[in-house]
């Protein structure tokens, strides 16, 4: 049996003892109702929470209740067709038997094998109330009974890149992503410096020469 925890959970149902299922409006889930016998057991399943799931135990102590909401104009559940002389809604009253020492949530029934044909994990089956078999009802309080399996660890995150930082461009550089191309500065230094290494053997070797002549003109004057 279904619930939603903020309008009345399995907290509400151990502060109260007893509830009537009011707010069935749907004929498949009244018949499952209208099914049940006193002293059925009940899972209560927390629903239109993240996650949903089983989260106590119940058990039918009256049926064929009238559905009191059925009459209220000021209920979210007031049927206006719904007379106290024809009634149209009728529920179950249940009573609190436990609160489960673990939440049994929804993925956890999907990954036992044995509540693999159970009503509640069928495409589209959303009825507030569903049969249980005894095989699932005893599966589901047993896994409420064990503790979950830790989670698995998280993958450690990769350290980002060391990035040194960015030198700013050079005199050059700027220039050359200004103009497309190199400036013509640039090139006066080497043009010159091949000019003045391709004068200074010439230099040398006059020098060299005037060297040679001077000593031989020393010589016829020992």
């Not at 899972?43 to 209740?65: D, K, M, W, Y």
């Not at 059925?70 to 149209?88: C, E, L, N, V």
Request: with cysteine; aromatic share 4%; glycine share 4%.
């Amino acid at each position: 049996m279904k619930s939603e925890p903020e309008s009345f959970g399995i907290a509400d149902l151990a502060r109260v003892k007893v509830e009537p299922w009011t707010g069935v409006r749907s004929y498949f889930a009244r018949a499952h109702m209208r099914a049940m016998t006193v002293g059925d057991a009940v899972l209560f399943h927390h629903s239109n929470v993240t996650p949903p799931g089983v989260a106590g135990l119940a058990r039918v102590v009256r049926t064929q209740v009238v559905d009191q909401t059925q009459f209220d104009p000021d209920s979210p559940y007031h049927d206006p067709k719904a007379t106290r002389d024809q009634p149209i809604w009728d529920c179950v009253e249940v009573e609190y038997v436990a609160t489960l020492p673990h939440f049994v949530p929804m993925d956890r029934i999907r990954a036992e094998p044995a509540l693999s044909d159970m009503l509640l994990l069928r495409r589209g089956m959303r009825l507030s109330v569903q049969p249980v078999t005894q095989a699932e009802y005893e599966a589901i309080v047993a896994l409420g009974h064990t503790a979950p399996p830790p989670a698995p660890p998280a993958a450690p995150r990769a350290r980002p890149p060391v990035r040194t930082p960015n030198r700013p461009p050079s005199a050059k550089a700027r220039a050359t992503a200004r103009t497309g191309k190199a400036p013509a500065a640039a090139k006066r230094p080497a043009a010159a410096k091949r000019s003045a290494a391709a004068k200074r053997p010439a230099a040398a070797s006059k020098a060299a020469g005037a060297g040679r002549t001077a000593a031989t003109r020393k010589r016829p004057g020992r």
